[in-house]
């Protein structure tokens, strides 16, 4: 869900306090020289603070509650507010420098997924991509995002857009801060992972997807799931929110149940084998396994879900049909699917066969 600011009317231009100090001192009948001598104050002082060249201080505020009779938290909110307009009015015309860079992004399913509201003045959506960011300036996404970018191993044939990897891994970031995940425990991370291995089999994810994330919490792992963002091209990502929690994030983009788990219990191998740094991003079918931690993960993935020596003595009893896959899988306590997923990537079995045994998600943003 998008988050709004209270109050959001604001004036385009807000008063200074001296115009209102102004009004009162006519309607009392009252000179700026005489309202100096009762508060002590040099006249050159009120002077300016009726121009709008002199900040009204608390103590002032405090001297004009004593004088006219008029609360100095009157007078501090009317400076407050007028000191605030300055700063925005000032901020407006350094975010228009900033015009086009929103358009980078892929604001329409951003909107669509409800990441940030839908706006149709330019500044209003520069602030809305810097809350959902949470950077203060256009400056500062660049030092934190493009540093997390550049962290990553991106394939070369398979360039991905910065903007819209960006914006969906700070979704990620931003569903996990939504968690409340204990420490991190490598111990009970791995108990955990044997656990969800059960859940492969659950085929609703109504009903796994909550009971993923519960048991990955315990251990201080939040899971996070986010659909695709055109052009992100991600479909797993692995990061450390800090020393103590880690974040699984999964996008569907294959949205086949053996690609999921596969891609689940791959970055739950980063987790496990590889340092807090890093970011790691998976990016399309094929891209792992070709540096030595990736390697890692995956052969950390398959083992979990199936075992070589396992693999290899099904295998060795002869062809795989529909039927003996199924038997295989429930001897393995796993999706038929992933069994498929695992021979058409092993070459036993053509990417066009045993494809209807697979689970296949999509995305629903809403309740029907």
Known sequence: MTERLLNQYRPEVVSAPGETLAEVLADRGMSQAELAERMGRPKKTISEIIGGKAELMPETALQLERVLSVPASFWSNLERNFRDSLARAAEKQELLKHADWPRRFPLAQMEEYDLIPRESD???????????????????????????????????????????????LRAGEREAQSMECASFDLNAFRAALVEARALTTVIDPKLFVPQLQ???????????????????RASGATRWLGAQRALIQLSLRYKSNDHLWFTFFHEAGHIALHGKREVFVEFHKGSTGTEAREAEADQFAAEILIPRRDLQLFLAE????????????????????????????EEVLPYSHLNAIKIWYDWKLSED
Do not use: N
């Open 318 to 345: 002869g062809r795989p049909s529909e039927a003996r896959v199924r038997s295989f899988a429930s001897e393995c306590g796993i999706a038929p699917g992933i069994v498929v997923g695992r021979l058409q990537h």
């Open 122 to 168: 330019p500044v209003e959506r520069i602030r809305s991509l810097l809350a959902y960011f949470a950077v203060s300036t256009v400056e500062q996404w660049q030092s934190v995002y493009q540093g997390i970018a550049v962290a990553y191993r991106r394939p070369a044939r398979f360039e991905p857009d910065l903007y819209a990897l960006t914006a969906w």
């Open 214 to 232: 519960a048991l990955m919490c315990r251990c201080g792992v939040a899971v996070a799931f986010v659909p695709e963002l055109k052009g992100s």
